[in-house]
């Protein structure tokens, strides 16, 4: 490992408008420079260079870092290899320093483990061209459309049927079978000593992550044995919740089209992407995890769900309701005619069939109340009732009353109910009003994915140092709603002096889940004449925020706690209202008509 003093050493000497000048086009704009953007494609610059910070960031597609993360990116190499030749470019000369065991041990058996997959995905891959076993596998995937080429590009294999092929190969190889089971490739035996190979007598597709090294497999049947799919298990490399198949054939295609296509299945997705549409990836036999999304969100914050049409498709894309609303993705839901799946669709309709299939898709949204009206229109005269119901409680979630009353409408219209009649109900409803409490977000500087507007503020004054020490200490992550700003806040004020507040900014910078955000707040100027104001009425708002929806729950906890005879537990709770609600009446003396519109000029 490079030293860490090292490492800043040489960050000091290079400048990053010369570094990256060198690769593209950059002209003055303010105190920033502008340039058309190296990592995805545009015809106006939003590629920003800030010679002050001594970092970049591209309004169009998010990327962005330090010096190392430019010469990393664009040069596709590694971080001490960038280091080293930087180094050597400004006179910093670059010597290795010894890790520690641990972790040396850790990084070994990584290392170990993915020499090991890349050899088990040519071992599989060899069988399935030349082992005169792997016969009705060449048949099936030549059923299945698969061509050469493909089969080739996506690594597909075969393993064989014996209870330690694999094993027998991966030891001759060289490796411990002990390794071989930590890959999760074999498996101990349970009566006796020794390990059987866990994938048999399956057509083979090696996951690979980013990086495009082989992470992991997953195996399917031919026959009618069980599982039909099987994956590997959790491993030092593997772990299925946050992996999507193929995201790393389709990183490319994902940023330049500006949406993925999320499909169920590894077949679905080689097949889009042997049709032409690269942006294809599957999630491995799982729903859809907050994981995925934070995966996906470095791409792109457009998605397309591709679920088979039956009602476990169906019910799968329900699912996903509560894990994006509030997430920020625009989501809509593509459905292939029933009868097909997207790969036989694709196949058999052609590119722009599939296309205009995308194109048509209805919102998550629209789809999920479609949904439930069509099974309540099918259904007794309860089923109806109970379909209302549900609909309504789904249209609560929206929090924009425009699109809700848009909604009544359609529904009302699509059920032959009396629109007035829907309302009457739908204002009955108990709320959920946690939701109906968040503000509506500020377009700002986070088109895709805004921030509420009081924490957009308040983040801006703190990426840009200008907060008071007795500011800072009002700044609490907890009061923050949005996991970003959550996570920004966090790291950044556990830091009590302004140097290493610095360094605790630029670690933000650099962060996979609120890197982004901190590098586009600290590049927009600031827009307000009085800074005190701005702070006190952004905070004012965001804790009034958090008070409501902790409010909220006490007294449902303290309701409950009564109605169950638990008079102490009733009594803590009440307490804690009161508390609260003091908070509240302290918070709304100050006024905030001494401010005016948060102190911006121009806002
Ligand atoms: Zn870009």
């Not at 790393?248 to 994902?254: G, L, N, S, V, Y």
């Not at 914050?301 to 591709?306: K, P, S």
């Not at 459905?335 to 036989?344: E, F, I, R, Y």
């Not at 629209?366 to 309540?376: I, R």
Request: hydrophobic share 40%.
């Amino acid at each position: 490992m490079i030293p860490e003093d090292v490492i800043n050493r040489i960050r000091e000497r290079a400048d990053i408008v010369d570094i990256v000048g060198a690769h593209l086009s950059l002209t003055k704009a303010g105190q920033n420079f502008k340039g058309l953007c190296p990592f995805h494609q545009e015809k106006t610059p939003s590629f920003t260079v800030s010679p002050s910070r001594q970092t970049f960031h591209c309004f169009g597609c998010g990327e962005g870092g330090n010096v190392f993360s430019f010469l990393m990116k664009i040069d596709g190499s590694t971080f001490p290899a960038v280091v080293r030749a930087l180094g050597e470019k400004v006179g910093v000369p670059v010597e290795d320093r010894p890790v520690s065991p641990a972790v040396r041990q850790r990084m070994e058996l990584r290392e170990r483990l993915l020499a090991l997959t890349k050899v088990a995905a040519e071992r599989f891959h060899l069988n399935l061209l030349a082992d005169a076993e792997a016969e009705p596998a060449r048949n099936y995937l030549a059923s299945r459309g698969m061509t050469p080429d493909t089969i080739e590009r996506f690594d597909i294999g075969y393993s064989q049927s014996g209870w330690d092929g694999t094993l027998t190969a991966l030891t001759k190889a060289g490796f411990s079978a002990e390794d071989i089971a930590a890959a999760g490739l074999a498996i101990p035996r349970e009566q006796a000593a020794g390990f059987y190979d866990r994938f048999r007598g399956r057509v083979m597709f090696p996951i690979r992550d980013l990086q495009k090294q082989v992470i992991g497999f997953g195996g399917r049947m031919l026959d009618d044995g069980t599982p039909k799919y099987l994956n590997s298990p959790e491993t030092p490399l593997f772990s299925k919740g946050r992996i999507l198949y193929a995201l790393d054939a389709a990183r490319d295609a994902i940023t330049r089209l500006g949406y993925v296509i999320v499909v169920e299945g590894y077949f679905d997705a080689i097949a889009l992407h042997q049709a032409g549409c690269a942006n294809a990836v599957a999630t491995l036999g799982t729903a859809l995890t907050p994981e995925h999304l934070e995966l996906i969100r470095r791409f792109t914050q457009r998605v397309v769900l591709l679920f088979d049409p039956d009602s476990a498709g169906v019910r799968a894309a329900l699912r996903t309701m509560d894990l994006f609303l509030g997430s920020g993705f625009s989501v809509q839901v593509g459905s292939v005619p029933a009868g097909d799946d997207p790969d036989t669709f694709i196949r058999s309709q052609g590119p722009d069939a599939f296309a205009a299939l995308i194109k048509s898709a209805p919102s998550l949204l629209e789809f999920t109340v479609q949904a439930s009206l069509t099974a309540g229109r099918a259904g007794t005269v309860e089923d109806r009732v109970r379909c209302v119901e549900d609909v309504l409680t789904l249209l609560q979630k929206l929090s924009n009353p425009v699109e809700q009353s848009a909604a009544i409408r359609h529904v009302a219209d699509q059920l032959g109910m009396d629109e007035k009649a829907l309302l009457a109900r739908y204002k009955a409803l108990p709320r959920k009003s946690v939701k109906a409490s968040t503000p509506q977000p500020s377009a700002g500087v986070f088109e895709n994915q805004p921030l509420p507007k009081d924490e957009e503020v308040l983040l801006q004054l703190l990426v840009h140092e200008v907060l008071t020490p007795e500011m800072w200490t009002e700044v609490r992550a907890e009061d923050f709603t949005d996991t970003r700003a959550k996570r920004l806040v966090s790291l950044v004020c556990v830091a009590d002096a302004p140097h290493t507040r610095q360094q605790a900014l630029a670690q933000a910078g650099e962060d996979e889940l609120c890197g982004s955000i901190t590098r586009a707040l600290s590049m927009t100027e600031l827009p307000y004449d009085n800074i005190n104001a701005a702070f006190q009425q952004s905070l004012k708002a965001l804790k009034l925020r958090r008070i409501a929806v902790e409010l909220q729950e006490i007294k449902a906890a303290e309701a409950l706690a009564t109605k169950a005879g638990r008079d102490e537990e009733a009594r803590t709770l009440l307490v804690r209202l009161n508390v609260l609600q003091q908070e509240r009446q302290k918070l709304s003396k100050i006024n905030p008509s001494s401010y005016n519109e948060a102190g911006r000029i121009h806002a």
